[in-house]
T-cell receptor, first 114, second 114 residues
Framework: GEDVEQSLFLSVREGDSSVINCTYTDSSSTYLYWYKQEPGAGLQLLTYIFSNMDMKQDQRLTVLLNKKDKHLSLRIADTQTGDSAIYFCAESPLLTGGGNKLTFGTGTQLKVEL | DVKVTQSSRYLVKRTGEKVFLECVQDMDHENMFWYRQDPGLGLRLIYFSYDVKMKEKGDIPEGYSVSREKKERFSLILESASTNQTSMYLC?????????????FGPGTRLTVT
């Protein structure tokens, strides 16, 4: 079955760039997502990339996709304390037979220090 | 804005009790999902539904059942709660495929079974 892996923790200083990495196994993935979960809240979609793209930029966020290595990364420029959260990578297979299931990674806890 | 609400933020139940977790969405979405979130394991799909009265098992359905009698409401049922079901439960909904598979999440219910 599909498997999505992330490192569990990342700590950065305020103002630095953060890079959160994700590897996945399903080569038929059509979309790959980054979700953010702030303390005490549900998940919120940050950005996504279609599998035929290599890069997507959205303000401070840059998503890089290496389809050959099945590696996805999220770069946050000028990281702020408000970016402290858990970040989940998720992938969507080509066809799920209904219900558009997503497979989520384990989540990376980002801690931003002053 | 899409709103997904869950009936309780915190719930404490005793072993063996029957537990109902309710989820309501206000955007007329066809698809609804129940996940559990555990540290180091990420989100794991319990059940999902792509239409009223339709349900499909996710990755970890054992010990759970679901009910979808109305389009806006998706209930998760723990027939006989056990301590290993202590977890954060997240509900999500999504429309049919419209170019991506974004899911919209509720704030979560933290269930403790003693």
């Amino acid at each position: 079955g599909e498997d999505v892996e992330q490192s569990l923790f990342l700590s950065v200083r305020e103002g630095d760039s953060s890079v959160i990495n994700c590897t996945y196994t399903d080569s038929s993935s059509t979309y790959l997502y980054w979700y953010k979960q702030e303390p005490g809240a549900g998940l919120q979609l940050l950005t996504y990339i279609f599998s035929n793209m290599d890069m997507k930029q959205d303000q401070r966020l840059t998503v890089l996709l290496n389809k050959k290595d099945k590696h996805l990364s999220l770069r946050i420029a000028d990281t702020q304390t408000g970016d402290s959260a858990i970040y989940f990578c998720a992938e969507s297979p080509l066809l799920t037979g209904g219900g558009n299931k997503l497979t989520f990674g384990t989540g990376t806890q980002l801690k931003v220090e002053l | 804005d899409v709103k997904v609400t869950q009936s309780s933020r915190y719930l404490v139940k005793r072993t063996g009790e029957k537990v109902f977790l309710e989820c309501v969405q206000d955007m007329d979405h066809e698809n609804m999902f129940w996940y559990r979130q555990d540290p180091g394991l990420g989100l794991r799909l319990i059940y999902f539904s792509y239409d009223v009265k339709m349900k499909e098992k996710g990755d970890i359905p054992e010990g759970y059942s679901v009910s979808r009698e109305k389009k806006e409401r998706f209930s998760l049922i723990l027939e006989s709660a056990s301590t290993n079901q202590t977890s954060m439960y997240l509900c999500a909904s999504s429309p049919p495929f419209t170019g991506d598979y974004e899911q919209y999440f509720g704030p979560g219910t933290r269930l403790t079974v003693t």
